[in-house]
């Protein structure tokens, strides 16, 4: 699919992730996540977010939706781990993925490059693939879209130091609402939407799109949040 067939495929709607992380129960090495895709597709998914070059394939041989791959990979040196180097982005590239999410943010990179230097060494090797950036503040965002990102995505909004104090109740609407009017590309609403009412909001908010993770994919992470609710009773 080219580029704005898939920008209007997912124009307004949901984008399920699709991921397990090592320790949680559904990681494993003969992964199920294309199950979890199957599901999400059903229910009316636009597109799936997925980790890793297997699961690419598999998801994408699953459900025939687009797929944002991504590897997670953490290196020395290196702050962010989604897609830190041309190591993964070749393994995605190889593996079908229809975009390629990276870490965006101005942390430090291992290799020295900032992230314009590093986005362009990505487009003089594949210059059709299609980048989304994931970010964690206004600044990032902003960076990301004058280097030559495609999408901008609030994943890492509350995971990185400079941000870590941002409530974990629910989506960072004032940022969502910021970055669209800032940027010129879509973005993309991602990071602690837990329920259909703030996916919504983030939509009203400026978003382009919605990814929704923890609350539909990960048993472990859902069941927590009714265990500790109910034992703070």
């Not at 991921?19 to 990681?27: T, V």
């Not at 995971?159 to 989506?171: C, F, H, L, Q, R």
């Not at 910021?178 to 400026?206: C, K, M, N, Y």
Request: with cysteine.
């Amino acid at each position: 699919m080219q580029k704005q067939e898939i920008l209007e495929q997912i124009k307004g709607r949901l984008i399920v992730s699709c991921q397990a992380l090592p320790g949680e129960p559904l990681y494993c090495e003969d992964s199920i996540m294309y199950l979890m895709a199957r599901a999400a597709k059903q229910a009316g998914a636009a597109a799936i977010r997925t980790n890793g070059a297997g699961d690419v394939k598999a998801i994408r041989q699953e459900t025939g939706l687009p797929v944002i791959g991504l590897i997670k990979k953490k290196y020395d040196g290196y702050e962010g781990y989604i897609t830190p180097t041309m190591t993964e982005v070749e393994a995605l590239v190889e593996a079908g993925a229809d975009i390629i999410a990276l870490d965006c943010t101005m942390r430090p990179r291992g290799d020295g490059k900032t992230v314009k230097e590093f986005i362009a060494q990505i487009r003089e090797k594949f210059p059709g693939v299609i980048l989304m950036a994931d970010i964690a503040t206004l600044e990032d965002g902003i960076n990301a879209w004058k280097a030559g990102a495609d999408l901008v995505g609030t994943t890492m909004n509350g995971y990185t130091a400079e941000t870590e104090g941002v409530s974990k109740n629910g989506p960072n609407l004032s940022l969502l609402h910021e970055l669209s009017q800032a940027v010129e590309i879509p973005v993309i609403g991602e990071g602690r939407i837990h329920t259909p009412r703030q996916a919504v909001d983030a939509l009203q908010s400026g978003a382009h799109a919605v990814v929704v993770g923890g609350a539909i994919t990960r048993p472990l992470e859902i069941a927590g949040r009714f265990v500790a609710a109910i034992e703070n009773r």
